[in-house]
Every structure is written in structure tokens, then in C-alpha cells.
T-cell receptor, first 115, second 109 residues
Framework: DARVTQTPRHKVTEMGQEVTMRCQPI?????VFWYRQTMMQGLELLAY????????DSGMPKDRFSAEMPDATLATLKIQPSEPRDSAVYFC?????????????FGPGTRLTVL | GQQVMQIPQYQHVQEGEDFTTYCNSS?????IQWYKQRPGGHPVFLIQ?????EVKKQKRLTFQFGEAKKNSSLHITATQTTDVGTYFC?????????FGTGTSLTVIP
């Protein structure tokens, strides 16, 4: 049963530290999404890639966040420097863009706490 | 900017009662998807609607896409405790993706 995997599942860090979250999309999927979920803001789309190329990262704070896909099996989301307001659950989702369909399969998420 | 709002934000129902959540977009969507997120879990894809006025059913769940493709609804008949969770709609407008604000459903046994 193919699944999206995310590491780490939990991360506690101090303000100012760099945080790197990793995602392994489902093999064969050509689209990867990064979301952030908080109680206050709900699910926010940070960035998404198709065929490893970034298509939209307008939801991402550019000064501290960066998202990359070094290869088709790995997507990364980095925060440097981290701040307490970055505390949230970060989800990665992958999907196949076929005929404009973007069904998304979510990973289990990384719960980030910045102290 | 583009917004996808869902109402109600919270709903408590007695087991066996029906439940409906509504999704409204400020602009036309090319398609609408519905996801369910259990407490502590991640969103799980339920269904996608593409055509104007489309209606799809999955057992006790009925999904509708509005004629103007700006709204959608999810109706659950005779809720069960396994229906507990937050239901999100998600739509695509152009190259943008928007998740609704979600409706949190509590089912009282």
C-alpha cells in the first residue's frame, strides 16, 4: 500500500535554529504539495511542485522558508531561522496530475514546536 | 483574494441524525475535492467532483457540486461515531489550490 512518508514526525527546536522536513512522495506521482496546519489558520498551501519544478510558492514566507525537490523521491521544506509562530503541523501531499485532476495523498505530517 | 469558506465550523449531532456541510468559493472552481481528517490524523481524499451540478454518492455520503461551480455540499445520512472528524473541501481555480476552512463533526453516541 503506497504511502507518502514524512520525517521527522515530531520536532522540537529553539527559536533561531534551522529546521528541515523531508517528504518521500508516492512513487510515480508527479506533483508534491506542502501545507501548514494550525488551529487558527487551518490548512494553508505553502508550495507545490510538478515534475520537480516549483509551480507556486506564494503561500510561503520567502525570507525564512525554502522548498526544494532535489530528486523525484525527495521533497524538502526548510525554515531558517525558525520562530515560535512557525509551530504547526506540516503536511506533504503527493498526487498525479492527469487531465487536471489533482487528487492529493497526504503524509502523516511533521509536528513542529519552536520554543 | 480567493477564499473557500465552509459552514458550519462545528457541528454536534446525535448518532443517527443527518449532517450537512457547505462549501462556498468566491470564484469559480474547475473541480472540488472533499477530504476527511480524523482527530490527530491527516486529510484523506474522499471524492472529486468536476461537472457543474454533479452529484456523487458513497454509501451514506452524498456530494454535490453547484451549477455555477462555486459551491458544494457533503451530506451524511444517519451519522455514525466513525464519521467523527473534520471535513474539508478543496478546489482548484486556475493554478491555485484552496482548502476550505473545514467543518468539525462530533457524533454523540
Amino acid at each position: 500500500d503506497a504511502r507518502v512518508t514524512q520525517t521527522p514526525r515530531h520536532k522540537v527546536t529553539e527559536m533561531g535554529q534551522e529546521v528541515t522536513m523531508r517528504c518521500q512522495p508516492i512513487l510515480g506521482h508527479n506533483t508534491v504539495f506542502w501545507y501548514r496546519q494550525t488551529m487558527m489558520q487551518g490548512l494553508e498551501l505553502l508550495a507545490y511542485f510538478r515534475n520537480r519544478a516549483p509551480l507556486d510558492d506564494s503561500g510561503m514566507p520567502k525570507d525564512r522558508f525554502s522548498a526544494e525537490m532535489p530528486d523525484a523521491t525527495l521533497a524538502t521544506l526548510k525554515i531558517q531561522p525558525s520562530e515560535p509562530r512557525d509551530s504547526a503541523v506540516y503536511f506533504c501531499a503527493s498526487g498525479w496530475n492527469g487531465g487536471g485532476v489533482y487528487t492529493q495523498y497526504f503524509g502523516p505530517g511533521t509536528r513542529l514546536t519552536v520554543l | 483574494g480567493q477564499q473557500v469558506m465552509q459552514i458550519p465550523q462545528y457541528q454536534h449531532v446525535q448518532e443517527g441524525e443527518d449532517f450537512t456541510t457547505y462549501c462556498n468559493s468566491s470564484t469559480t472552481l474547475s473541480n472540488i475535492q472533499w477530504y476527511k481528517q480524523r482527530p490527530g490524523g491527516h486529510p484523506v481524499f474522499l471524492i472529486q467532483l468536476v461537472k457543474s451540478g454533479e452529484v456523487k454518492k458513497q454509501k451514506r455520503l452524498t456530494f454535490q457540486f453547484g451549477e455555477a461551480k462555486k459551491n458544494s455540499s457533503l451530506h451524511i445520512t444517519a451519522t455514525q461515531t466513525t464519521d467523527v472528524g473534520t471535513y474539508f473541501c478543496a478546489g482548484r481555480g486556475g493554478n491555485q489550490f484552496y482548502f476550505g476552512t473545514g467543518t468539525s463533526l462530533t457524533v454523540i453516541p
